[in-house]
């Protein structure tokens, strides 16, 4: 279940407001006292993190799947992707935030409104070093996203509690309001490296808009010589002679990629056509498929004062979900009655002491395909001549 990116903060009666944490986004699968930690895109990261695993193998639930992001604090307890990417370096040590549980002790708990997941998750995570549970905020939002914007964090996000966990939709039950300014973005090719630079210059970076890659600017800053190494030994077997941008800017002593790598920015604004002012480089997510990259363009639009910009989000959100609002706001008997008609894959790790959710560990974020149920195939027309 993904939220949906609103571009202003607003304030919904009964809503609940969680801090928005810079990090890794991991389903963690306990089975005994076995963990594995999965990205979204069913890459296992558990050798990356073993503290985090260890500290979840040591909860007393026999089985446990929970959602949830690792992450590493600054000095002043605000989360930090760059750390994360230099937690090897010798950085502060990871924590697994801890935001929904998903199955614990042979329940599936999604078709459960938020409210009930939330006392589960409360009742089975023990806090420690390495783990925690997501902070709750402000019931108001505003309220919320002033102590964010205060504090210096990502962001915050808004969860209706009554809603159930929807797996692999973009949900406007969860709606996420950034602080900070900062993106993913596909890598579409670099520049030659200039002065004494190594390895490479820039990088040109992008974003995609249905089935085409739109340039969003070039990024110079940010790097280490470690990353330029890193970067270019990444980057050099996807080489292709031409430019995967639909709208590929004139450069000379470019080399274009192939669009696989997503790279963390962030950035002061983006211009009224979408480009990046004052890019830095943040680093790579290997937790996120590039084609799930998509165009946000510009921000604000036309709307300027914060109630224009708050009723102009609100209409976006809903002509971007419509029919999501239903889907999310049914009740849980009528998840339940998809669930009987076969829409999920099994587990990849299935707990051997007590069922699993009937889904692929990715699958708590990534949509997955639905097989029609025989009373629906049955009632279906033949092609029409």
């Known amino acids: 279940m993904l939220a949906t990116l609103v571009d202003a903060p607003f304030h919904r009666p009964g809503w609940v407001w969680e801090e928005k944490y810079d990090g890794i986004r991991l389903i963690a699968v306990k089975d005994g006292r076995e963990v594995r930690l999965w ?20 909860l007393p639930a026999p089985t446990l799947v929970l959602d949830g992001e690792v992450v590493v604090f ?23 935030i801890a935001f929904d549980c998903l199955h614990t002790r042979g329940r599936d708990l999604m078709p459960e409104p938020l409210d009930r997941r939330r006392a589960a998750l409360e009742a089975e995570v023990c806090e420690g070093p390495r783990v925690r549970i997501a902070r709750r905020m402000a019931d108001d939002g505003f309220v919320a996203f002033a102590e964010a914007r205060r504090r210096g ?3 915050v996000i808004g969860k209706d509690p009554q809603a159930p966990y929807v797996p692999g939709v973009r949900s406007p039950a969860w709606c996420k309001v950034k602080v900070r300014a900062e993106d993913e973005f596909v ?5 030659a490296p200039r002065g004494g630079r ?20 070039k990024v110079g800053t940010g790097f280490t010589d470690a990353i330029l190494a890193d970067l270019h030994r990444r980057l050099a077997p996807l080489a292709r002679p031409e430019s995967p941008f639909a709208d590929a800017p004139r450069a000379r002593d470019v080399t274009w990629v192939t669009p696989r790598l997503v790279a963390q920015l962030a950035f002061t604004e983006r211009t009224s056509d979408g480009k990046l002012r ?40 809903r002509r971007r979900n419509r029919g999501v609002w239903g889907e999310v706001e049914r009740s849980a008997p009528a998840a339940r009655d998809d ?21 692929a560990p990715g699958g708590a974020t990534r949509p997955t395909a639905r097989r029609p149920s025989r009373s629906t195939r049955s009632r279906r027309r033949a092609p029409g001549p």
């Open 278 to 317: 004052h890019p830095v480089f943040l680093g790579l997510r290997d937790d996120k498929p590039a084609r799930s990259v998509t165009w946000s363009g510009s921000v604000m639009g036309t709307a300027t004062t914060p109630t224009e910009r708050e009723a102009a989000s609100e209409r976006r959100l």
């Open 198 to 217: 190594h390895h490479l210059g820039a990088l040109l970076v992008g974003a995609w808009d249905g089935d085409a890659l739109r340039y969003a600017g």
């Open 339 to 359: 669930r009987r008609k076969g829409g999920e894959a099994p587990l990849r790790a299935r707990p051997r002491s007590a069922p699993a959710p009937a889904r």
């Open 153 to 155: 964090l990502e962001g």
């Open 74 to 96: 600054d000095a002043a307890g605000v989360s930090r992707f760059q750390l994360l990417q230099r937690h090897a370096e010798g950085a502060s040590p990871p924590i697994y």
């Open 187 to 191: 890598i579409g090719g670099f520049s």
């Open 39 to 58: 990205t979204r895109n069913d890459r296992d990261r558990t050798a990356d993190f073993p503290e985090v695993a260890a500290a979840l193998a040591s």
